[in-house]
Protein backbone atom coordinates (compact mmCIF):
# COMPACT_ATOMS: atom_id res chain seq x y z
CA UNK A 1 0.00 0.00 0.00
CA UNK A 2 0.85 3.39 -0.59
CA UNK A 3 1.68 2.91 3.09
CA UNK A 4 -0.56 5.78 4.20
CA UNK A 5 -0.99 4.95 7.87
CA UNK A 6 -1.04 7.93 10.64
CA UNK A 7 -0.85 10.10 6.85
CA UNK A 8 1.08 13.03 7.52
CA UNK A 9 2.98 15.32 4.97
CA UNK A 10 6.33 16.29 5.82
CA UNK A 11 8.36 19.50 5.84
CA UNK A 12 11.26 19.62 3.89
CA UNK A 13 12.18 16.98 1.84
CA UNK A 14 14.26 13.16 3.62
CA UNK A 15 15.03 9.88 2.68
CA UNK A 16 12.89 7.52 4.41
CA UNK A 17 14.56 4.52 6.01
CA UNK A 18 12.67 0.94 6.34
CA UNK A 19 11.48 -0.33 9.22
CA UNK A 20 12.90 -3.22 11.44
CA UNK A 21 11.08 -6.94 10.95
CA UNK A 22 12.30 -10.04 11.69
CA UNK A 23 14.92 -12.18 10.08
CA UNK A 24 12.95 -14.90 8.69
CA UNK A 25 10.82 -12.46 6.86
CA UNK A 26 14.11 -10.37 5.57
CA UNK A 27 15.50 -14.15 4.56
CA UNK A 28 12.08 -14.75 2.44
CA UNK A 29 12.78 -12.06 0.32
CA UNK A 30 16.73 -12.58 -0.47
CA UNK A 31 17.61 -13.33 -4.24
CA UNK A 32 13.72 -12.87 -4.84
CA UNK A 33 14.17 -11.37 -8.57
CA UNK A 34 11.86 -9.00 -10.03
CA UNK A 35 10.85 -6.77 -12.85
CA UNK A 36 11.97 -2.65 -13.16
CA UNK A 37 10.30 -0.82 -15.65
CA UNK A 38 10.35 3.03 -16.24
CA UNK A 39 7.52 5.19 -17.89
CA UNK A 40 8.57 6.67 -21.07
CA UNK A 41 11.37 4.28 -21.34
CA UNK A 42 10.24 0.62 -21.30
CA UNK A 43 7.21 -0.99 -23.06
CA UNK A 44 3.84 -2.99 -21.94
CA UNK A 45 4.44 -6.77 -20.46
CA UNK A 46 2.70 -9.23 -22.76
CA UNK A 47 2.44 -11.17 -19.63
CA UNK A 48 3.31 -10.80 -15.80
CA UNK A 49 4.14 -14.18 -13.91
CA UNK A 50 6.52 -12.75 -11.31
CA UNK A 51 7.08 -9.42 -9.80
CA UNK A 52 7.43 -5.84 -11.37
CA UNK A 53 8.01 -2.41 -10.06
CA UNK A 54 7.37 0.39 -11.80
CA UNK A 55 8.67 3.85 -11.71
CA UNK A 56 5.69 6.86 -13.44
CA UNK A 57 2.45 7.74 -12.43
CA UNK A 58 -0.46 5.48 -12.01
CA UNK A 59 -2.34 5.52 -15.25
CA UNK A 60 0.79 5.01 -17.35
CA UNK A 61 2.29 2.75 -15.48
CA UNK A 62 -0.78 0.53 -15.22
CA UNK A 63 -0.87 0.79 -18.77
CA UNK A 64 2.68 -1.50 -18.94
CA UNK A 65 0.45 -4.25 -17.14
CA UNK A 66 -1.77 -6.99 -19.29
CA UNK A 67 -4.76 -7.46 -19.15
CA UNK A 68 -6.82 -9.35 -15.92
CA UNK A 69 -2.84 -10.29 -14.06
CA UNK A 70 -3.54 -9.09 -10.64
CA UNK A 71 -6.17 -10.65 -8.28
CA UNK A 72 -6.48 -8.04 -5.61
CA UNK A 73 -5.27 -4.53 -4.75
CA UNK A 74 -4.13 -3.11 -1.16
CA UNK A 75 -3.61 0.29 -2.15
CA UNK A 76 -3.80 4.13 -0.38
CA UNK A 77 -3.82 6.66 -2.51
CA UNK A 78 -1.98 10.26 -1.88
CA UNK A 79 -3.94 12.02 0.96
CA UNK A 80 -6.11 14.97 -0.49
CA UNK A 81 -4.52 18.42 1.10
CA UNK A 82 -1.85 16.99 3.70
CA UNK A 83 0.97 15.61 2.60
CA UNK A 84 3.40 17.21 -0.27
CA UNK A 85 6.06 14.26 -1.57
CA UNK A 86 7.96 17.14 -3.05
CA UNK A 87 7.36 14.50 -6.84
CA UNK A 88 6.53 16.26 -10.02
CA UNK A 89 2.78 14.99 -10.82
CA UNK A 90 1.89 14.19 -7.34
CA UNK A 91 -1.90 14.05 -6.84
CA UNK A 92 -3.79 15.68 -3.61
CA UNK A 93 -1.02 18.24 -3.25
CA UNK A 94 -2.48 21.35 -4.79
CA UNK A 95 -5.21 20.03 -7.10
CA UNK A 96 -8.53 20.95 -6.69
CA UNK A 97 -10.97 17.94 -4.50
CA UNK A 98 -12.86 17.21 -8.15
CA UNK A 99 -9.68 16.67 -10.06
CA UNK A 100 -8.54 14.21 -7.20
CA UNK A 101 -11.31 12.38 -7.14
CA UNK A 102 -11.66 12.52 -10.92
CA UNK A 103 -8.55 11.11 -11.41
CA UNK A 104 -8.11 8.32 -9.22
CA UNK A 105 -11.49 7.25 -10.95
CA UNK A 106 -9.82 7.79 -14.37
CA UNK A 107 -6.65 5.28 -12.50
CA UNK A 108 -8.88 2.90 -11.44
CA UNK A 109 -10.33 2.44 -14.86
CA UNK A 110 -7.13 1.17 -15.43
CA UNK A 111 -6.50 -1.27 -12.51
CA UNK A 112 -10.48 -2.73 -13.80
CA UNK A 113 -8.66 -3.79 -17.09
CA UNK A 114 -5.30 -5.39 -15.08
CA UNK A 115 -7.92 -7.00 -12.55
CA UNK A 116 -8.99 -10.59 -12.81
CA UNK A 117 -12.66 -11.16 -13.16
CA UNK A 118 -13.20 -12.61 -9.57
CA UNK A 119 -10.30 -9.81 -8.72
CA UNK A 120 -11.00 -7.10 -5.16
CA UNK A 121 -9.20 -3.61 -4.04
CA UNK A 122 -9.00 -2.67 -1.00
CA UNK A 123 -8.71 1.30 -0.86
CA UNK A 124 -7.71 2.59 1.94
CA UNK A 125 -8.36 6.97 2.27
CA UNK A 126 -7.80 9.48 4.53
CA UNK A 127 -10.45 12.19 5.60
CA UNK A 128 -10.28 16.24 6.74
CA UNK A 129 -11.25 19.47 7.43
CA UNK A 130 -12.05 22.54 6.08
CA UNK A 131 -9.80 25.36 7.12
CA UNK A 132 -11.36 28.16 9.16
CA UNK A 133 -10.47 31.05 6.53
CA UNK A 134 -11.21 28.99 3.57
CA UNK A 135 -8.00 29.66 2.14
CA UNK A 136 -5.57 27.09 2.95
CA UNK A 137 -5.58 23.62 5.17
CA UNK A 138 -3.11 22.56 7.51
CA UNK A 139 -2.37 19.77 9.90
CA UNK A 140 -1.68 20.02 13.67
CA UNK A 141 0.40 22.73 14.27
CA UNK A 142 1.65 20.98 17.55
CA UNK A 143 3.03 18.06 14.98
CA UNK A 144 5.90 19.89 13.08
CA UNK A 145 6.43 16.96 10.67
CA UNK A 146 2.74 17.23 9.49
CA UNK A 147 2.96 21.08 8.02
CA UNK A 148 2.57 21.19 4.48
CA UNK A 149 3.79 24.49 2.42
CA UNK A 150 1.50 23.76 -0.77
CA UNK A 151 -1.95 23.65 -0.49
CA UNK A 152 -4.91 22.92 -2.78
CA UNK A 153 -7.94 24.97 -3.55
CA UNK A 154 -10.22 25.33 -0.32
CA UNK A 155 -14.44 24.03 -1.03
CA UNK A 156 -16.53 27.18 -1.42
CA UNK A 157 -19.29 25.02 -1.06
CA UNK A 158 -18.36 23.79 2.40
CA UNK A 159 -18.37 26.26 6.11
CA UNK A 160 -15.31 26.15 7.37
CA UNK A 161 -14.21 23.48 10.63
CA UNK A 162 -16.36 20.84 8.58
CA UNK A 163 -15.16 17.36 7.45
CA UNK A 164 -14.73 16.83 4.13
CA UNK A 165 -15.80 12.96 3.72
CA UNK A 166 -12.84 12.46 0.93
CA UNK A 167 -13.16 8.47 1.26
CA UNK A 168 -16.55 8.63 0.49
CA UNK A 169 -16.44 11.14 -2.16
CA UNK A 170 -14.31 9.11 -4.09
CA UNK A 171 -15.92 5.50 -2.89
CA UNK A 172 -19.89 6.98 -4.31
CA UNK A 173 -17.39 8.28 -7.31
CA UNK A 174 -16.32 4.83 -7.98
CA UNK A 175 -19.80 2.90 -7.48
CA UNK A 176 -21.15 5.43 -10.20
CA UNK A 177 -18.02 4.23 -12.43
CA UNK A 178 -19.19 0.72 -12.11
CA UNK A 179 -17.43 -0.83 -9.14
CA UNK A 180 -19.09 -3.03 -6.48
CA UNK A 181 -18.69 -0.74 -3.17
CA UNK A 182 -18.90 -4.28 -0.58
CA UNK A 183 -17.98 -3.11 2.72
CA UNK A 184 -16.34 0.01 4.63
CA UNK A 185 -14.45 -1.40 7.31
CA UNK A 186 -13.12 0.91 9.64
CA UNK A 187 -9.08 0.68 10.94
CA UNK A 188 -9.26 1.70 14.31
CA UNK A 189 -5.59 2.94 15.66
CA UNK A 190 -5.26 1.92 19.36
CA UNK A 191 -1.56 3.79 19.66
CA UNK A 192 -3.28 6.62 17.66
CA UNK A 193 -1.45 10.32 17.87
CA UNK A 194 -3.03 12.54 19.85
CA UNK A 195 -4.72 15.55 18.19
CA UNK A 196 -4.82 19.27 19.30
CA UNK A 197 -8.47 19.75 19.19
CA UNK A 198 -11.05 20.99 22.45
CA UNK A 199 -14.18 21.03 20.12
CA UNK A 200 -14.61 17.44 19.07
CA UNK A 201 -13.11 13.90 19.49
CA UNK A 202 -9.74 13.54 18.71
CA UNK A 203 -10.12 11.09 15.49
CA UNK A 204 -8.12 7.47 16.05
CA UNK A 205 -9.62 5.81 12.88
CA UNK A 206 -9.36 5.28 9.11
CA UNK A 207 -11.38 4.41 6.40
CA UNK A 208 -10.55 0.73 4.30
CA UNK A 209 -13.53 0.04 1.73
CA UNK A 210 -13.42 -3.12 -0.24
CA UNK A 211 -14.32 -2.95 -4.08
CA UNK A 212 -15.08 -5.62 -6.56
CA UNK A 213 -14.62 -5.63 -10.01
CA UNK A 214 -17.81 -8.05 -10.46
CA UNK A 215 -20.78 -9.42 -8.25
CA UNK A 216 -18.86 -12.69 -7.50
CA UNK A 217 -15.21 -12.07 -6.42
CA UNK A 218 -13.04 -14.65 -4.46
CA UNK A 219 -13.02 -13.59 -0.68
CA UNK A 220 -11.96 -16.22 1.93
CA UNK A 221 -13.59 -16.40 5.20
CA UNK A 222 -11.06 -18.96 7.40
CA UNK A 223 -8.10 -17.16 5.99
CA UNK A 224 -8.53 -14.32 8.89
CA UNK A 225 -11.15 -14.81 11.68
CA UNK A 226 -11.32 -12.23 14.60
CA UNK A 227 -11.50 -12.43 18.32
CA UNK A 228 -12.94 -15.32 19.58
CA UNK A 229 -12.18 -17.58 16.22
CA UNK A 230 -14.96 -15.70 14.91
CA UNK A 231 -16.08 -14.62 11.60
CA UNK A 232 -14.08 -10.98 10.63
CA UNK A 233 -16.29 -8.37 11.38
CA UNK A 234 -15.91 -4.34 9.84
CA UNK A 235 -14.34 -2.91 13.18
CA UNK A 236 -10.71 -4.10 13.13
CA UNK A 237 -7.73 -2.25 15.78
CA UNK A 238 -4.52 -2.53 14.51
CA UNK A 239 -1.34 -0.37 15.88
CA UNK A 240 0.06 2.21 13.51
CA UNK A 241 4.16 1.93 13.32
CA UNK A 242 6.72 4.13 14.04
CA UNK A 243 7.86 6.92 11.60
CA UNK A 244 11.19 7.53 13.58
CA UNK A 245 13.46 4.54 13.95
CA UNK A 246 15.26 4.49 17.41
CA UNK A 247 19.07 5.70 16.68
CA UNK A 248 18.17 7.65 13.64
CA UNK A 249 16.67 11.29 12.92
CA UNK A 250 15.48 10.14 9.75
CA UNK A 251 11.67 9.86 8.77
CA UNK A 252 10.40 6.34 6.73
CA UNK A 253 7.56 7.47 4.83
CA UNK A 254 5.18 10.12 5.85
CA UNK A 255 1.96 7.65 6.08
CA UNK A 256 2.91 3.95 7.02
CA UNK A 257 0.52 1.44 6.40
CA UNK A 258 0.97 -1.38 9.33
CA UNK A 259 2.16 -4.23 7.75
CA UNK A 260 -0.85 -6.27 9.67
CA UNK A 261 -3.40 -4.38 8.00
CA UNK A 262 -1.62 -5.31 4.78
CA UNK A 263 -1.05 -8.63 5.22
CA UNK A 264 -5.09 -8.78 6.14
CA UNK A 265 -6.17 -7.73 3.12
CA UNK A 266 -3.81 -9.87 1.19
CA UNK A 267 -4.97 -13.32 2.59
CA UNK A 268 -8.59 -12.73 2.18
CA UNK A 269 -8.74 -11.90 -1.15
CA UNK A 270 -5.52 -13.63 -2.85
CA UNK A 271 -4.22 -17.26 -2.79
CA UNK A 272 -0.66 -18.14 -2.74
CA UNK A 273 1.06 -17.14 -6.29
CA UNK A 274 -1.16 -14.91 -7.42
CA UNK A 275 -0.82 -11.19 -7.91
CA UNK A 276 -1.07 -8.24 -5.72
CA UNK A 277 -1.20 -4.78 -7.07
CA UNK A 278 -0.14 -1.40 -5.46
CA UNK A 279 -0.65 1.47 -7.36
CA UNK A 280 0.68 4.15 -5.62
CA UNK A 281 3.34 2.08 -3.81
CA UNK A 282 4.94 4.45 -1.64
CA UNK A 283 7.23 2.61 0.79
CA UNK A 284 6.45 -0.64 -0.51
CA UNK A 285 4.90 -2.49 2.54
CA UNK A 286 1.49 -4.06 0.31
CA UNK A 287 4.81 -5.55 -2.21
CA UNK A 288 6.33 -6.82 1.05
CA UNK A 289 3.63 -8.25 2.97
CA UNK A 290 2.76 -10.12 -0.31
CA UNK A 291 6.28 -11.35 -0.65
CA UNK A 292 6.31 -13.35 2.86
CA UNK A 293 2.51 -14.11 2.26
CA UNK A 294 4.06 -16.51 -0.91
CA UNK A 295 1.97 -14.28 -3.23
CA UNK A 296 3.89 -12.37 -6.79
CA UNK A 297 3.60 -8.74 -6.69
CA UNK A 298 3.32 -5.30 -9.10
CA UNK A 299 3.95 -1.97 -7.48
CA UNK A 300 3.53 1.17 -8.91
CA UNK A 301 5.78 4.45 -7.40
CA UNK A 302 5.42 7.67 -8.63
CA UNK A 303 8.55 9.45 -6.67
CA UNK A 304 12.04 7.75 -7.46
CA UNK A 305 13.02 8.07 -4.06
CA UNK A 306 10.66 5.78 -2.84
CA UNK A 307 11.37 3.66 -6.11
CA UNK A 308 14.89 3.19 -4.40
CA UNK A 309 13.65 2.49 -1.04
CA UNK A 310 11.39 -0.06 -2.28
CA UNK A 311 14.17 -1.95 -3.90
CA UNK A 312 15.96 -1.97 -0.78
CA UNK A 313 13.46 -3.20 1.39
CA UNK A 314 12.56 -6.33 -1.19
CA UNK A 315 16.22 -7.09 -1.75
CA UNK A 316 16.94 -6.85 1.91
Given at each position: ?????????????????????????????????????????????????????V?????????????????????????W????????????????????V????????????????????????????????????????????????????????????????????????????????????????????????????????????????????????A???????????????????????????V?D????????????????????????????????????????????????????????????????
Amino acid sequence: MSSRGDSEGTEGRQIPVPGPESAAAASSRKSDPHTHLNVGSDGPLNDLNGKVLVCGPAIEALGLLPDGCAQTVVTSPPSWSLQDHEAGGQIGCDDALESYVRGIVVAFDEVRRVLTDDGTVWLNVVDSHTPDDHRYRVRDRKIRAGATSVHPPALAELKPRNLIGVPWRLAFALQSAGWWLRSEVIWHKPNARPESVTDRPMKSHETVFLLSKSQNYHYDTAAVKGPNERRLRTMWDINTEPRIKSGSSVEDHPAIMPMTLARRCIQITSRPGDIVLDPYAGSGTTLIAAQELGRNWAGIELDPAYVDLIERRVNA
